[in-house]
């Protein structure tokens, strides 16, 4: 029983002594937010003195107040120095895009320049394609109007009123343009057909130089001349050409088949080609020949080499070109194109 009361006097002044301690803690608390209340409070005036005779002003505050004003300056400059950031990035942001405008209207500028100077072309283009129509006996007009349906010439594109500013004239002389390049297609395509077709004409029929790589010269031509071992006057049936030295090779000068290939006293070794249209070249003085009776050859192939045989005054080729039995001037058959 007697240990019983001991406990709870034990437990009574535990409880007192806690709570003597936290109501001092709680006071001490009490006190010193009290104490910082006084210290916010504290008076303070703040005197404006004119420089001059004005009158001197008197602003009277206290701590909280100033401690508040510099918090809320502060508060504000802070604020502005991620908009002061945002706006330096878009101030350089917009002077790359100025200068990326800048460049691109320079590349617009030199577009425009070549765009005149692709207009200009095409204006030559089209004389010069007009001209070779007409030498050719092919009407422009007719064969574009066949396939397209429309004119031929530029004078669409080249008398075409603005249909705006920038670049929307520019594209569409681009596509007028290449509207009419569409349409010269065929007429190239004709010119083309018909130059091969005289391409194949012209192997046909004597054109060349009769010595390979068009080396050597005219050591007589044909018509009347003076016999070089005779000295009499009599007519050079041929044309002579000499590179002062035998075997240099010897061409055929169009397609044909060659019909002789002899031995002759005066013309030494000798071959007869025969080509279409009733023509016949002869190649004489050979050294040595490199087809035989019945072959057929192609322009430019070796028949021989140019020699000394026959009546000669010295290694040379002596060539000449037959139309059925007429003897012609073979000058009016080299490098006919």
Same mark, same amino acid.
């Not at 006084?38 to 404006?48: A, E, G, P, S, Y």
């Not at 003195?49 to 510099?70: D, E, R, S, W």
């Given at each position: 029983?007697?240990?019983?009361?001991?406990?709870?006097? &034990?437990?009574?002044?535990?409880? @007192?002594? !806690?709570?003597?301690? &936290?109501?001092?803690?709680?006071?001490? !608390?009490?006190?010193?937010?009290?104490? /910082?209340?006084?210290?916010?409070?504290?008076?303070?005036? /703040?005197?404006? =003195?004119?420089?001059?005779?004005?009158?001197?002003?008197?602003?009277?505050?206290?701590?909280?107040?100033?401690?508040?004003?510099? =918090?809320?300056?502060?508060?504000?400059?802070?604020?502005?120095?991620? *908009?002061?950031?945002?706006?330096?990035?878009?101030?350089?942001?917009?002077?790359?895009?100025?200068?990326?405008?800048? +460049?691109?209207?320079?590349?617009? %500028?030199? $577009?425009?320049? +070549?765009?005149?100077?692709?207009?200009?072309?095409?204006? #030559?283009?089209?004389?010069?394609?007009?001209?070779?129509?007409? $030498?050719?006996?092919?009407?422009?007009?007719?064969?574009?109007?066949? @396939?397209?349906?429309?004119?031929? %010439?530029?004078?669409?594109?080249?008398?075409?009123?603005?249909?705006? @500013?920038?670049? &929307?004239?520019?594209?569409?002389?681009?596509?007028? $343009?290449?509207?009419?390049?569409?349409?010269?297609?065929?007429?190239?395509?004709?010119?083309?057909?018909?130059?091969?077709?005289?391409?194949?004409?012209?192997?046909?029929?004597?054109? !060349?130089?009769?010595?390979?790589?068009? /080396?050597?010269?005219?050591?007589?031509?044909?018509?009347?001349?003076?016999?070089?071992?005779?000295?009499?006057?009599?007519?050079?049936?041929?044309?002579?050409? @000499?590179?002062?030295?035998?075997?240099?090779?010897?061409?055929?000068?169009?397609?044909?088949?060659?019909?002789?290939?002899?031995?002759?006293?005066? *013309?030494?070794?000798?071959? !007869?080609?025969?080509?279409?249209?009733?023509?016949?070249? #002869?190649y004489a003085h050979l050294s040595t020949t490199r087809v035989n009776k019945g072959d057929s050859v192609t322009q430019r192939q070796v028949i021989g080499t140019i020699g000394n045989t026959g009546v000669t005054t010295g290694p040379h080729l002596h060539y000449e070109v037959h139309i059925g039995s007429d003897v012609v001037d073979p000058a009016k058959y080299i490098n006919i194109k």
């Open positions: 029983m007697a240990r019983t009361r001991r406990y709870k006097k &034990l437990e009574k002044n535990l409880v @007192s002594r !806690i709570g003597s301690g &936290l109501g001092a803690f709680f006071g001490a !608390i009490g006190k010193g937010i009290v104490g /910082i209340f006084h210290i916010f409070d504290k008076k303070l005036t /703040i005197m404006v =003195v004119p420089h001059g005779k004005g009158k001197v002003l008197n602003l009277q505050t206290n701590v909280f107040a100033v401690i508040m004003g510099f =918090v809320l300056v502060a508060g504000i400059a802070f604020s502005f120095v991620p *908009f002061t950031r945002q706006t330096s990035q878009n101030g350089t942001e917009i002077a790359r895009l100025r200068e990326e405008n800048k +460049e691109t209207l320079a590349s617009l %500028d030199e $577009l425009r320049d +070549e765009n005149n100077n692709l207009l200009q072309s095409a204006k #030559r283009f089209q004389d010069s394609l007009s001209k070779s129509l007409a $030498l050719l006996g092919i009407n422009q007009s007719e064969t574009v109007s066949k @396939s397209t349906g429309s004119t031929s %010439d530029l004078s669409s594109l080249f008398d075409t009123q603005d249909i705006g @500013s920038g670049t &929307l004239k520019e594209t569409a002389d681009v596509r007028q $343009l290449t509207s009419y390049l569409e349409t010269a297609v065929q007429p190239v395509e004709q010119i083309g057909k018909m130059l091969e077709q005289q391409g194949t004409l012209f192997t046909d029929i004597p054109n !060349i130089w009769p010595v390979k790589n068009g /080396i050597g010269h005219i050591s007589m031509a044909f018509g009347q001349n003076v016999h070089p071992i005779t000295g009499q006057w009599y007519i050079h049936k041929g044309m002579d050409f @000499s590179t002062y030295r035998s075997g240099d090779p010897v061409i055929a000068t169009a397609n044909g088949q060659v019909v002789t290939v002899g031995y002759d006293d005066s *013309f030494g070794n000798y071959v !007869i080609i025969k080509h279409k249209y009733g023509i016949y070249t #002869r």
